[in-house]
């Protein structure tokens, strides 16, 4: 089934200055405006957006969608099996495609992978009602990997690797402690990150993909005096620097310092002062939005943090949600007020 998107707008995403100088700057005329209620999820690949959206007749079903940045042509690619559904997390690079379908709840979930270049799929783990309890699946994907937290039926989280090509799977680790700010996943430079922590203190956990060796890093501390760590989560890596929300109790959101620190010297750099709302990180640039669903962006330059300059549309200005895909910056923006027509308006910008 395909259609046409009138109610789209094609945007062309290549920049004509250095985001590494210039800062980002987004076009008006290269937003895109979804008619959906919600956007999930999205991921780009060459010129293909996958998203996860909510139909405005049918809030309640939530549909991968295929749509062309270039032609504007948008087309079903997976529905979801499950009548009151969501499609949280989709990541994606020019071999592989890989999705979460899950029901609202979290009581069954199933994670997805499709070879971009036979169109074949493959369920790489699943969830159902029997093995108890909620369980939030975050796929991270890295080459041909695959990672995410997984729960077994003795409900023990552990950190799963998964070789696509091989159909491998691997446990790199049982987790001490299982929330959602460890529950996310990252790989980079041939390294998965991911966190944990115990009753007195937080950890970054690094494997290292070519040697299979695990190193352990202890948190910053939660005061200059204090014998205990923060709990890091959300980490992510930006060269030599482990950026996370820090937290003095994980079951506090606002209890976090937003910070960076660096996994061979331990510095510890603040990147903002008070608590945030989300963090993206893509090489040596970090993007965060702070209170007031302001967007920020950083850049570290040799150990050091510069502020760089935001430049989009009023239409994406306090932005929901931010996300990397690729060497793409996903800016989303969501209407659904009682006064609005319902759409999803995108900016997606080349960070190259």
Not at 78 to 92: L, R
Request: aromatic share 12%; net charge negative; charged share 25%.
């Amino acid at each position: 089934m395909k259609m046409i998107l009138w109610f789209s707008v094609l945007g062309i995403f290549v920049n004509g200055c250095s985001v590494q100088d210039q800062g980002l700057k987004i076009k008006e005329e290269n937003l895109i405006t979804l008619p959906y209620i919600d956007f999930s999820w999205g991921a780009v690949v060459g010129d293909t957006l996958y998203a996860g959206v909510r139909p405005i007749h049918n809030p309640d079903t939530c549909k991968l969608i295929k749509y062309n940045l270039r032609t504007r042509e948008e087309e079903l690619f997976y529905e979801s099996s499950f009548s009151a559904s969501s499609i949280p997390t989709i990541v994606g690079n020019e071999n592989w495609l890989v999705w979460v379908d899950s029901t609202i709840d979290g009581t069954q979930n199933k994670i997805i992978a499709q070879d971009l270049k036979t169109g074949k799929r493959k369920m790489i783990s699943v969830h159902e009602p029997d093995s108890g309890g909620m369980k939030i699946d975050a796929p991270f994907l890295y080459k041909d990997y695959v990672t995410w937290v997984d729960i077994d039926e003795r409900r023990i989280p552990q950190l799963i690797l998964y070789d696509l090509k091989t159909d491998q799977k691997k446990v790199l680790a049982t987790l001490r402690t299982y929330n959602l700010f460890n529950t996310f996943t990252f790989m980079a430079e041939d390294t998965v990150l991911w966190t944990d922590a115990d009753e007195k203190n937080g950890y970054y956990e690094l494997y290292d993909l070519r040697t299979g060796r695990t190193e352990e890093i202890l948190a910053p501390r939660k005061y200059p005096e204090s014998p205990e760590s923060r709990v890091p989560g959300y980490a992510e890596m930006a060269g030599d620097w482990l950026v996370s929300l820090n937290f003095t109790y994980f079951r506090d959101w606002t209890s976090h310092k937003f910070q960076m620190m660096n996994r061979h010297t331990k510095e510890v750099k603040e990147i903002l002062p008070e608590w945030i709302i989300q963090f993206r990180v893509y090489r040596n640039l970090i993007f965060s939005i702070k209170q007031g669903q302001e967007l920020m962006m950083f850049r570290i330059d040799k150990d050091q943090l510069k502020s760089l300059p935001v430049d989009i549309p009023q239409e994406i200005q306090q932005p929901d949600l931010i996300l990397i895909s690729n060497n793409k910056i996903i800016i989303e923006k969501r209407y659904a007020g009682a006064n609005e027509i319902p759409r999803v308006v995108l900016g997606i910008q080349s960070l190259d």
